[in-house]
């Protein structure tokens, strides 16, 4: 069953205090890995795609990897702008059917 | 260059009825999404639409429907309402099927009473 996990569920960090945010993933014909931002109220907010096992993307403070099973969303140094919640998603090569994890709620506190 | 706009924006219905939610993709964007998001389930894929035609289906039952003019704006439909349909209806629009990015709109958040 192709399926996306994310973990933490939740995270608080310091501002200024980097971490990481997983994402496991067994989808079959993985066409790509996605990252998302959501604002409260707000749709997701296309952040990164990531193609193959090794690739990594940057976006100011945020760094996304991929392995053959899973992704990170590296956050460094971040800012209290940078809380919402981050969303991955894996999609299959036949279709366009995206699978979405549950997201990481990204709490920075000043 | 407009976004993705999803109409209304909150309603609220009771069991039994059936609703009606319509989305206008980005001007060119010819792929239409629908997405349940849900606290304890996340996003799930409804369907997606590409040239007036369904071309994928997720795992929800019949009462969930849509259709997509030839102007690429899409409606989804639900009949015969359950209280765990509430959810916010998220519609994401790209420019073909099997494009990488997908633009989200805002939801329309329906509450089921």
């Known amino acids: 069953e192709d399926q996306v996990t994310q973990s933490p569920e939740a995270l608080r960090l310091q501002e200024g205090e980097s971490s990481s945010l997983n994402c496991s993933y067994t989808?079959?014909?993985?066409?790509?890995l996605f990252w998302y931002r959501q604002d409260p109220g707000k749709g997701p907010e296309f952040l990164f795609t990531?193609?193959?096992a090794g690739e990594e993307k940057e976006k100011e403070r945020l760094k996304a990897t991929l392995t053959k099973k899973e992704s990170f969303l590296h956050i460094t140094a971040p800012k209290p702008e940078d809380s919402a919640t981050y969303l991955c998603?894996?999609?299959?090569?036949?279709?366009?059917?995206?699978?979405f994890g549950t997201g990481t709620s990204l709490t920075v506190i000043p | 260059k407009a976004g993705v706009t999803q109409t209304p924006r909150y309603l609220i219905k009771t069991r039994g009825q059936q609703v009606t939610l319509s989305c206008s993709p980005i001007s060119g964007h010819r792929s239409v999404s629908w997405y349940q998001q849900t606290p304890g389930q996340g996003l799930q894929f409804l369907f997606e639409?590409?040239?007036?035609?369904?071309?994928n289906k997720g795992n929800f039952p019949g009462r969930f429907s849509g259709r997509q003019f030839s102007n690429s704006r899409s409606e989804m439909n639900v009949s015969t309402l359950e209280l765990g349909d509430s959810a916010l209806y998220l519609c994401a629009s790209s420019w073909w099927t099997g494009a990488d990015t997908q633009y989200f709109g805002p939801g329309t958040r329906l509450t089921v009473l």
């Open positions: 998603a894996g999609a299959t090569n036949t279709g366009n059917q995206f699978y």
């Open positions: 989808v079959s014909g993985l066409r790509g």
């Open positions: 639409y590409f040239s007036e035609t369904q071309r």
């Open positions: 990531l193609y193959s």
